[in-house]
């Protein structure tokens, strides 16, 4: 091949190449629905995608937030979206599991097991147990002696009812001999502001939105309900570490689909956030900022992560007789 031809074959390839760009920005954007309100963890996952998955993608991406009723809401707008790749929603397992346990699909108004189709894991996070300082104490053992002392003190507050943190708090009272009551609040952040003023004497709740309040002396974390040990907050122990015999593992949040999208376009994606939490700015935001490990799993992982969880949960929250509202 002469030089001129080579050129011509280089340009050409550049040409092409730039209309493939140009036609992968002309497709509609691409949406991720977030079933909580903007500001929150899962919502900040979700913007962290949308912008890196651009390049992987070669098209925009935007986060469409329709918040209520623990995730449902968002769930249905996927099972009602079209099939075609270009819908998806990033939700946490509290979504998906506790809210198939919980919920008949007549009110759920979807199946989770047929209608939705998981895409790939994006990130784990520790659930920790955080006590107000004025409670005096540095662990465990210590928090449930002062639960015996302070009966009418006996609380926990929750992000609200039905989910992983509330029924943590009662596997964790049943292990230890106790009456632990929820106290039901609308997230975490308004958790944070009562468990730091010390309305409520503690609270269980993602690692990230209490771990960085330690440092004003207010709060301390005591414990993480894993098998075992955070990297993310290494120095605090285990129930297990403490003689609670209790692991309700760390919470997660994946991508899912509508069912009927095709293999390939789900493939597509998977491969695209793997791609994203591999980058190092991305690990950088999601671990020192977020407190979250990223944590690429495939499809297959999360659904058998999926069942197996549905079935740890479903035994639980049927021995606590626990009905939520509907």
Known sequence: MNRCHFMKTLLAAAILGLGAGAQAEDKPPMRIIVGFAPGGSTDMVARVLAEKLR???GQTV??????GAGGRLAAEALKNAAPDGQTYMLAPNATGVFQYVLYPTSVLKYDLLTDLAPVAMVVSYPLALAVNSRTGV????????WVKAHPKEATFGSAGLGGHTHFSGLQLAKAAGVTLNVVPYRGNGPLVTDLVGGQVAAGIMTAGDIAPHQRGGQVKVISVFGAKRSPLLPDVPTLMEQGFNVDTGDAWTALWAPAKTPKAEMERMQAAVKQVLAMPEVRDILTNKQTMTPDFRTAGEVDALLRKEIGYWGAVVKATGFRPEQ
């Open 62 to 67: 935007i986060v469409e937030n329709k918040p």
């Open 138 to 145: 540095s662990s465990v053992k210590d928090y449930i002696g």
């Open 55 to 57: 390049q992987p993608l």
